[in-house]
């Protein structure tokens, strides 16, 4: 089995502090690539060097829409330079959330933009986040989105209906370990109603261990299994056959080779 974690953070603390020993563990169960996302300027910096480093590990390149508001020229001059590494596969993650407000929503609707801009230049997919402005993501997406190579809604937390809002405009979806929680019955349904060739598997650790391992902290990638396995029985499926699918997805998707 090899799977891919296609949103992780293994620049953050604490699992920046034991990145070789988090690897390891993630190799053993199974989880033998990863995509470490960049939230801030400095946060991409660090992605780039770590991916630059790790046989199958590659960054993406962002600013999150909760630091929307530090977001200039200058920050956007060396997004774009970093995003032209080639170990970055992806421009974000980038988006709108509206449950924090963190930066006020004219700078996350404006950085959002300007992320979505600078993936058309460069030609690479982005990854959006998206909580509490469903509506407003597909609005900027809709109205600035033409030409976008693909995009993906991480951490996907919605309902089916608008998962099928993204399937009809040829987006992708990705699941984290909520989707295992007792609660979370509105995600299941959205999980069954996307196809293996439109869904990936995330950990977006050190973040939501999954159950049955929900109060293991830090999360890590190689907990993703259990997500993975969750889903499968969710979707009818060998683990096998939906770590085989949901990879080959995540590889075209990023453009990862084999």
């Known amino acids: ?7 992780c953070h293994l620049t953050f603390e604490p699992l920046v502090d034991e990145v070789e020993a988090v690897l390891q563990r993630s190799r053993a169960a199974g989880v ?5 996302v960049g939230t801030t300027l400095d946060d991409s910096r660090a992605t780039v060097e770590l991916a630059g480093r790790n046989e199958r590990m590659y960054a993406t390149v962002g600013v999150h829409p909760h630091d929307a508001k530090e977001v200039d020229a ?4 060396e997004l ?3 995003a032209q590494h080639p170990r970055v596969v992806a421009i974000g993650e980038t988006g709108l ?3 924090y407000n963190f930066s006020k929503q004219p700078d996350q609707k404006r950085v959002f933009i300007a992320h979505l801009e600078l993936a058309k230049e460069l030609n690479l997919p982005v990854v959006v986040h998206s909580r509490n402005a469903f509506d407003e993501t597909l609005d900027i997406l809709d109205g600035h989105g033409e030409g976008i190579k693909a995009v993906v809604f991480h951490c996907f937390s919605e309902s089916a209906q608008q998962a099928a809002e993204l399937l009809k405009r040829g987006y992708f979806v990705s699941f984290t370990g909520v ?3 007792k609660k ?4 299941r ?5 996307v196809p293996l060739e439109r869904m990936m598997v995330e950990t977006d650790c050190p973040y939501m261990s999954p159950e049955p391992v929900r109060k293991q902290r830090p999360n890590e990638p190689a907990l993703m299994v259990h997500t993975a396995q969750f889903l499968a029985e969710l979707k009818g499926v060998d683990i096998d056959g939906f770590a085989r699918a949901t990879s080959e997805t995540a590889r075209r998707f990023f453009s990862l080779p084999e």
Request: glycine fraction near 2%.
């Open 179 to 181: 989707v295992t929680f």
């Open 184 to 187: 979370a019955e509105t995600i």
């Open 1 to 7: 089995m090899n799977l891919i974690d296609t949103h």
């Open 97 to 99: 959330d509206f449950h």
């Open 32 to 36: 033998t690539g990863w995509i470490t």
């Open 74 to 77: 200058n920050c956007l001059s």
């Open 80 to 82: 774009k330079t970093l």
């Open 189 to 193: 349904e959205a999980a069954q109603a």
